[in-house]
C-alpha cells in the first residue's frame, strides 16, 4: 500500500467566514475557489435530496507529481446538506475538483519521482503528495522561504507546496501578506457554513502504537476560540469502541478502529490512487468519470473525529451537523485527472477544468 498522508486539526478560523485561498486545505468555512464562483455551475452546489445550498467540508489541495503526471493547481472540495432529513442520503454529498488544464500551465521540466521512505510498501506512491505536505522532515533546508512556509503552517495552517517540490511555483506569501488576505466575506451571512478550522498534515507510521479514542483530543482548543465554559472530554472517549473485546465485529470493523485509534485525531486520510480504508466489507463501487468516462480512483476519505470536533465547536453562527453519522466518507476520483472540457466552458474559466468526483458513504452496521 502506498504511503497515507492524516489530515490532523490545526487551529479554529478567527471567523468561520475568512478569505483564505486555494492552497489551504481546511475544514468546514466557505470555499476558497480559484476561479469566480459565476464559472462553477450553481448546481453542483445544491444537495441532489432536497435542493437545499450545501455546507463546505473540506477543502483540500492536492496537487500530483508524478513522472507520468504533474498537475500542481489542483484541488478537491466535498460538500454535504445539513438538512436533517438528507443526513443519510448519498445524494446529499458531492465532491468538486478543480485543477488548472495542463495546457494551460506553463512547461515544466520532467518531474523526478522521490520517494519519502525506504520502507513504502507496494507499488511507489502514485504521487509526491507527502513531500509535499511532509511537515517534520529529517532533512534540514537553508531555504528561508521554506522556513517562512513550515512558519505559515504552523501558525495558520496554511497549506502551500514545499518550495523544493514544486518547481518553480510563484505564490509563497509572507506572514503580512496572510494576514491581510484573510479579510472577512461580507455579503454572505446567509450562506451555510459549518465550523472551520485549519489542518496539518502527518505521515501515518506502518507501526503506529495502538490508544485508546479520546486521549489526545486537545489540539483544537475549543475552549480558547469559541468561549465554550465546559467541553463534554468524555464524550468521545466513551463511544465504546474497545475492538479488543468485541470479538464478534467484523474484522474489517476492527482494522478500521485500530487504524483510526492509532491517530486518535484524525480528520481524513489522503492516498492518490491507494486503498480506502473500509468501516464495513460492503462498499459501493464508484462510477466512471463524467468527463473522460474513464474509472476512478480512491484518493481521500473522511473520518469520525471530524464529526466529534464539528458538533463540539457548533454555536448560533454555524450550521449543525448532528445528523451526519457516517462512519467514513471516500471520495473516488478520476484516474487520469483528465481536463476534458468544451471549448465554450474553457474560456469562461481560464483554463481551469470543473469535474464532479464520486463519494460513497459507510454507517456502522448494527451488532
Known amino acids: 500500500m502506498g504511503e497515507v498522508i492524516l489530515g490532523m486539526p490545526g487551529p479554529w478560523a478567527e471567523n468561520y467566514l475568512e478569505l483564505a485561498d486555494h492552497y489551504t486545505t481546511k475544514i468546514g468555512g466557505l470555499p476558497d475557489w480559484p476561479i469566480d464562483e459565476v464559472s462553477i455551475r450553481s448546481d453542483l452546489l ?29 484541488i478537491l472540495y466535498v460538500f454535504g446538506c445539513v438538512n436533517p432529513k438528507c443526513a443519510n442520503d448519498p445524494l446529499s454529498w458531492r465532491a468538486i475538483r478543480l485543477q488548472k488544464s495542463s495546457s494551460e500551465e ?34 534540514e533546508d537553508d531555504d528561508v522561504d521554506l522556513e517562512e512556509l513550515g512558519r505559515l503552517l504552523s501558525e495558520a495552517a496554511s497549506q502551500a507546496s514545499n518550495s523544493k517540490k514544486q518547481n518553480g511555483h ?26 472551520c478550522f485549519y489542518i496539518y498534515s502527518q505521515k501515518e507510521s506502518s507501526s503506529g502504537g495502538f490508544g485508546s479514542v479520546g486521549t489526545n483530543l486537545a489540539s483544537l482548543n475549543l475552549t480558547d476560540n469559541r468561549n465554550d465554559d465546559h467541553i463534554e472530554e468524555e464524550a468521545w472517549g466513551e463511544e465504546g469502541y474497545e475492538y479488543d473485546r ?25 492516498s492518490y490512487g491507494g486503498n480506502p480504508l473500509l468501516a464495513t466489507r460492503e462498499i459501493e463501487k464508484p462510477g466512471n468519470c463524467g468527463l ?35 462512519m467514513t466518507l471516500i471520495t473516488y476520483t478520476c484516474s487520469k485527472s483528465c481536463s476534458s472540457q468544451p471549448d465554450q466552458e474553457k474560456s469562461s474559466s481560464n483554463g481551469w477544468t470543473v469535474a464532479e468526483e464520486s463519494v460513497v458513504l459507510q454507517f456502522d452496521e448494527p451488532l
Open 106 to 139: 506553463e512547461p515544466k521540466s520532467p518531474v523526478q519521482e522521490v520517494s519519502p521512505s525506504a520502507a513504502s510498501a507496494g507499488p511507489a506512491s502514485k504521487s509526491n503528495y507527502v513531500d509535499l505536505w511532509q511537515n517534520d522532515s529529517d532533512e
Open 170 to 195: 510563484q505564490q509563497k506569501r509572507n506572514h503580512q501578506q496572510l494576514e491581510s488576505a484573510r479579510k472577512i466575506r461580507l455579503g454572505e451571512p446567509d450562506r451555510p457554513v459549518i465550523p
Open 246 to 270: 468485541a470479538l464478534h465485529v467484523d474484522r474489517t470493523y476492527l482494522k478500521f478502529m485500530k487504524r483510526m485509534n492509532a491517530y486518535p485525531e484524525q480528520c481524513f486520510r489522503y
Open 292 to 326: 473522460c468516462n474513464g474509472p476512478q480512483h480512491y484518493e481521500m476519505q473522511l473520518m469520525p473525529p471530524l464529526l466529534f470536533f464539528l458538533r463540539e465547536a457548533c454555536d448560533s453562527s454555524t450550521q449543525s451537523p448532528e445528523d451526519w453519522n457516517w
Open 46 to 74: 445544491e444537495c441532489r435530496a432536497c435542493g437545499s445550498t450545501m455546507c463546505l467540508v473540506i477543502q483540500l489541495y492536492a496537487p500530483i507529481s508524478h513522472v507520468s503526471l504533474a498537475i500542481e493547481e489542483r
